[in-house]
């Protein structure tokens, strides 16, 4: 019947099309960002990819005074990357809330536009470390 190979077509490209994602990975666990600190995560090989998925977990100190922020920085080249005051003029950072002495876990979408990028993970507390978790998944 030529109904069911229309249908069988249809279902064949929305199984193409729907949207797949690698398994989480593990980036850092109960990793210590200094004071001011910056941990930098590059990720290269992203042609075919639409978004990176950045699920960041923050345990921040009981006399801490600011949170984290996420930032995401691009490079046509893996070696020459956006500076961060550009990136944070364009808004590519997200920021995590912040409560002393509380944890607090946040995933931020962060969208391809490069086969390249740097994520930075920002302790924006200038005299208490942070311990942070991150995880990275890739969306085609």
């Not at 850092?28 to 042609?47: H, P, Q, R």
């Not at 990176?52 to 921040?60: D, R, W």
């Given at each position: 019947m030529p109904g069911n190979k229309f249908l069988a077509n249809i279902l064949e490209l929305?199984?193409?099309?729907?949207?797949a994602?690698?398994?989480?990975?593990?980036?850092?666990?109960?990793?210590?960002?200094?004071?001011?600190?910056?941990?930098?995560?590059?990720?290269?090989?992203?042609?075919?990819?639409s978004a990176?998925?950045?699920?960041?977990?923050?345990?921040?100190d009981a006399s801490a005074t600011a949170?984290?922020?996420?930032?995401?920085?691009?490079?046509?080249?893996?070696?020459?990357?956006?500076?961060k005051e550009d990136a944070e003029d364009a808004g590519n950072?997200?920021?995590?809330?912040?409560?002393?002495?509380a944890t607090r876990q946040r995933t931020v979408l962060i969208p391809v536009f490069s086969d390249n990028m740097r994520?930075?993970?920002?302790?924006k507390d200038s005299s208490k470390a942070v311990t942070v978790d991150a995880w990275k998944i890739l969306l085609h």
């Open positions: 929305k199984d193409a099309l729907k949207p994602r690698t398994a989480a990975t593990q980036l850092f666990s109960a990793k210590s960002i200094s004071a001011s600190g910056t941990e930098n995560i590059d990720v290269s090989g992203l042609d075919g990819y990176v998925i950045m699920i960041v977990k923050a345990t921040y949170g984290i922020r996420v930032r995401w920085l691009y490079s046509p080249d893996g070696s020459d990357f956006d500076s950072y997200e920021d995590l809330t912040f409560s002393a002495g994520i930075q993970i920002a302790n």
